[in-house]
């Protein structure tokens, strides 16, 4: 289980390497995923508006699992979430492998879109 699970963070890690030269942390991974689901790019960001993105990325990535719903869109454009559930109490260890659980369904799902 441990070896598949390693093959397909690994599968998602090498498309991320290929698609942008350089293999990307859990941060830059999140705040791809937040571009994602803004559905527009800017050239640059704020710090603030960076930290909203990994935000969003995170509360999509969780409402696969039904932790969090999308409540709507605000006049920028930007998803709003509520949380459904709590998220369960996990060490960072726990958490790390959680999220990457979540971001290789994300992506399995956007490859079979």
């Not at 559905?39 to 930290?51: D, N, S, V, W």
Request: with cysteine; charged share 30%; glycine share 6%.
């Amino acid at each position: 289980m441990q070896d598949e699970f390693a093959q397909q963070w690994k599968r998602v890690e090498d498309m991320l390497t290929e698609r942008f030269g350089k293999k990307p942390n859990m941060e830059a991974i999140l705040f791809l995923i937040g571009i994602q689901e803004l559905g527009h790019i800017k050239k640059k960001f704020t710090k603030e508006q960076k930290q909203d993105l990994m935000h969003v990325a995170t509360c999509t990535l969780l409402s696969q699992s039904g932790y969090y719903e999308l409540e709507g869109y605000d006049k920028d454009g930007w998803p709003h979430f509520k949380e459904a559930q709590p998220v369960p109490k996990m060490s960072m260890i726990e958490q790390e492998r959680f999220l990457q659980e979540h971001i290789i369904a994300y992506f399995d799902d956007l490859e079979g879109r």
